[in-house]
């Protein structure tokens, strides 16, 4: 009877003490025992979602790493994929890169759903389907910092000038039969599209330096104004004012590199069936100009369609230039990239 | 004695354990309010009923405040539903709406008015307008005729959103009911639906191919939604790529990006066919359904599966709609399908696929759905 006592006090010492080592007594004084913590669904950065597959062959049976490796590969799959389709110019850069990424993968993966598994027993492959969240930025900043460290990328100035322009009388007409060269375009500079578009050049690491600061620096040579008035009459901005323009940043103390120039002409409005709201299309053009080239053309984009919606036609117009803008800047400072140039 | 004082010690420590269990901080979910899916011209020709009980109360909208006022009344296990404005620091936060896809007004075989109505709990991100999960919410209230042969069907449809047999209720439970680790499963998806050449000739006049499409692929991802897979809806015409026409009835409207399927289910309707006896009617159907996964374009179920319903003949009733029997094995068809896919059962199969290997490829598809 003793030993049975002895025995019960000893289990309920080693029970609190168990219970005991597990809690913990925050600072409002409750104890808290842990317990797996919920992960909130979807509270996560910018991420893509893509799918992708893996196989391996196995000998006798499928063992757990066999069925490990090809989720390894699958998940190397969806990176690989994701690189080829939206960054092809880094592809180079990956593969550099590859050993590094692939060491650490799951650093770039998220939420991941095996979506199928298959094993064939006559052929013994095994083969698991997965759907998952790539951390973008985080993969980006890899290669980021990978064509940093490889060779001779310049850091440079860039400025920019795209107006957008919208014809009092509302809707395109045809170059072709002569009536657009009539037209008295309406030309502004707006808030949305510099601030769009100073991101994504920003975004690609490149010093961008707002026009109005520039202007007073280079005399007026460069100056918006001058490039409005050309913008209102055609699409082509005058001889005079390009040439001035790269004269007068070229000749700055600290030479502004690029100049990037464009439009983004607004269309009438719609009403959208579908959703009820008002869409209103915009078609951009630009280039980016080599200052201290003589104005060599580096890139250039469009003319391409976007549309923004809206409850409104202020509402659905701004959208409509900012989606324009940043889709514009997008593909310039890619092609920029393409050439070494940053 | 110190028996005693070691049971007291652990009974102490226990309730300790239980009360003092963490409150973890729960996902907020921020509530958009009452909507419409599909085109924004065909909101009134579509849900007459719902935009006349939203009209009804300004400017918040009656079927909004209604069900508002209703989660207020709730507590909700996996997550509390925010009903101020979204908190512009989250980075994605999650908002959900109760939104009308569906307004029929049927008929029984016993010539009885039934108000069916089609709705989805929709949770989408805010900053993206993707969808994350919609869960399928299909009610039908039955009503009675006027003395004069004529239905009430505004009475008969305030009924039906707003009683405690009503829709609202109904999408109340499933909010109640919803777990958001469920977003994470497999997709799927009714993508295709299709009748049969020889089976719209004899479809009844008031009931077209594009409303029974319609009905077939909701009706459909309303029981895979009741087995609590992850279903992406089924909006034929109202999708544009994926794209899903939305709108709240405060007036925003917009797309709602629809997430890619990881199975897409195709569902062609044969046959429809029926038996008459004396005292009863068999009205079957034969439906084609074929579960593709997407990415690796591979057909995992491909069977014919065929329903029969018996309906006990009523003397001196006539049965205005004689489709609805035919309704009723496809319903039940669906719902039993979609049992099969969680567990699937060898008699089953036995009985109603045309297809030998139909069992083996469920059984095998099932542990892949999860």
Redesign the interface.
Do not use: F, H
């Given at each position: 009877m003793k030993i049975l006592?002895i025995k019960?006090?000893s289990f309920?010492a080693i029970?609190?003490l168990a219970?005991g080592f597990q809690?913990r007594v925050p600072v409002n004084g409750?104890?808290?025992?842990p317990?797996a913590?919920?992960q909130?669904?979807?509270?996560?950065?910018n991420i893509v979602?893509a799918?992708?597959?893996g196989q391996v062959n196995y000998s006798w049976s499928l063992d757990n790493d066999e069925r490990q490796a090809a989720m390894l590969m699958a998940k190397k799959s969806l990176v690989r994929n994701l690189i080829a389709q939206k960054y092809p110019n880094y592809f180079n850069n990956y593969e550099t890169k590859e050993e590094q990424i692939i060491s650490n993968i799951d650093d770039y993966i998220l939420?991941i759903?095996?979506?199928?598994?298959?094993q064939d027993k006559e052929a013994k492959t095994y083969?698991v389907?997965i759907?998952a969240g790539i951390n973008e930025p985080k993969l980006l900043a890899t290669f980021l910092e990978t064509s940093e460290k490889q060779g001779q990328i310049e850091e440079s100035y860039l400025t920019f000038v795209f107006v957008a322009r919208e014809n009092p009388k509302h809707g395109f007409t045809d170059k072709n039969d002569g009536l657009k060269q009539d037209i008295k375009w309406r030309v502004s500079t707006t808030n949305e599209v510099d601030i769009a578009m100073g991101n994504i050049f920003v975004n690609n690491s490149f010093n961008v330096v707002s026009p109005s600061l520039v202007e007073q620096d280079t005399g007026y040579q460069f100056e918006v104004d001058k490039f409005k008035l050309d913008y209102e009459n055609g699409d082509d901005i005058s001889s005079v004012t390009l040439r001035n323009a790269l004269k007068g940043l070229k000749d700055l103390e600290e030479p502004v590199h690029y100049l990037a120039i464009g439009t983004l002409d607004i269309d009438q409005s719609i009403n959208?069936?579908?959703?009820?709201?008002i869409k209103v299309a915009v078609s951009v053009t630009g280039q980016v100009l080599d200052v201290l080239r003589r104005g060599a053309r580096k890139a250039a984009v469009g003319p391409v369609q976007y549309f923004g919606?809206g409850?409104t036609y202020g509402v659905a117009k701004n959208n409509a230039l900012k989606s324009a803008a940043q889709a514009a800047a997008k593909v310039l400072a890619a092609q920029l990239r393409a050439n070494n140039i940053k | 004695m110190k028996m005693q004082l070691c049971l007291k010690l652990i009974g102490f420590y226990i309730a300790v354990f239980l009360i003092s269990l963490p409150v973890q901080a729960k996902q907020q979910v921020y509530f958009a309010g009452s909507g419409y899916l599909g085109r924004y011209d065909d909101i009134g020709k579509n849900y007459p009923h719902a935009v006349r009980i939203n009209n009804a109360q300004k400017p918040v909208a009656t079927l909004t405040k209604a069900f508002a006022e209703l989660i207020q009344r709730n507590e909700f296990k996996n997550f509390e539903v925010n009903f101020k404005s979204v908190d512009q620091n989250l980075t994605r936060p999650l908002m959900m709406a109760l939104s009308i896809e569906r307004e029929n007004l049927a008929f029984s075989t016993l010539n009885t008015p039934i108000a069916e109505i089609s709705a989805q709990l929709v949770f989408f991100d805010y900053n993206t307008r993707t969808l994350v999960a919609a869960k399928q919410i299909p009610i039908a209230v039955n009503g009675v005729k006027n003395n004069d042969g004529t239905v009430d069907q505004d009475a008969l449809f305030d009924l039906a959103y707003l009683s405690e047999e009503g829709l609202l209720s109904e999408a109340l439970k499933s909010l109640k009911a919803t777990k958001l680790k469920e977003f994470q499963k497999v997709r799927l998806q009714a993508t295709k639906v299709t009748i049969a050449k020889k089976l719209l000739q004899k479809l009844p006049k008031e009931l077209t191919e594009r409303g029974l499409t319609q009905f077939l692929g909701q009706r459909l991802s309303a029981k895979l939604s009741q087995q609590r897979f992850n279903v992406i809806p089924y909006q034929r015409g109202a999708t544009i790529g994926r794209q899903m026409a939305f709108r709240l009835a405060d007036s925003s409207g917009f797309n709602l990006q629809l997430p890619e399927a990881d199975y897409e289910i195709h569902m062609t309707f044969l046959d429809a066919l029926s038996m008459q006896q004396p005292t009863f009617s068999l009205h079957g159907v034969d439906v084609e359904f074929s579960i593709k996964q997407k990415s690796s374009n591979t057909v995992r179920f491909q069977s014919v599966l065929t329903y029969a319903v018996s309906t006990k003949k009523v003397a001196n009733v006539d049965a205005k709609d004689s489709w609805a029997p035919y309704e009723d094995a496809i319903e039940n068809l669906l719902a039993e399908l979609a049992q099969q896919l969680v567990n699937p059962n060898k008699a089953w199969f036995k009985e109603h696929a045309f297809s030998q290997s139909a069992f083996k490829q469920a059984k095998a598809l099932s542990k892949s759905l999860g």
């Open positions: 006592k019960w006090y309920c029970l609190l219970l809690a409750t104890i808290v025992l317990t913590g919920l909130a669904a979807g509270n996560q950065g979602e799918t992708a597959m939420s759903v095996v979506v199928d598994e298959q083969q389907t759907r959208d069936p579908v959703t009820g709201n919606e409850p | -």
